[in-house]
């Protein structure tokens, strides 16, 4: 299983980002994902979580209006659309099917300062 990461970087805030997830070694389309986040000194924590066929999604109050999870299947990516981003964003945002949490890939950094 590889879960690679990618499309962080340094945000005003208010800005925005989309991260991408690309997953590859086991059967993605029928995975429910979610994303993740640790900022420094902190636990991970959930962020947004979509099901195989992207139909169902949760959010952690944190992001709820702000950020938008999606997928593509036929390219084994899930999204991470955020907006309205704010400083206490700032984190390193990771990908992962939860109900297996296979090795945590690099991760992407996002960090919102101005």
């Known amino acids: 299983v590889q879960l690679v990461e990618s499309g962080g970087g340094l945000v005003q805030p208010g800005g925005s980002l989309r991260l991408s997830c690309v997953a590859s070694?086991?059967?993605?389309?029928?995975?429910?994902m979610s994303w993740y986040r640790q900022a420094p000194g902190k636990e991970r924590e959930l962020v947004a979580t979509?099901?195989?066929?992207?139909?169902?999604?949760y959010y952690a109050d944190s992001v709820k209006g702000r950020f938008a999870i999606s997928r593509v299947n036929v390219k084994n990516t899930v999204y991470l659309q955020m907006n309205s981003l704010n400083p206490d964003d700032t984190a390193v945002y990771y990908c992962?099917?939860?109900?297996?949490?296979?090795?945590w890939g690099q991760g992407t950094q996002v960090t919102v300062s101005s």
């Open positions: 992962n099917r939860p109900s297996r949490l296979y090795s």
């Open positions: 070694g086991f059967a993605f389309s029928s995975a429910t």
């Open positions: 979509v099901n195989g066929v992207g139909s169902v999604t």
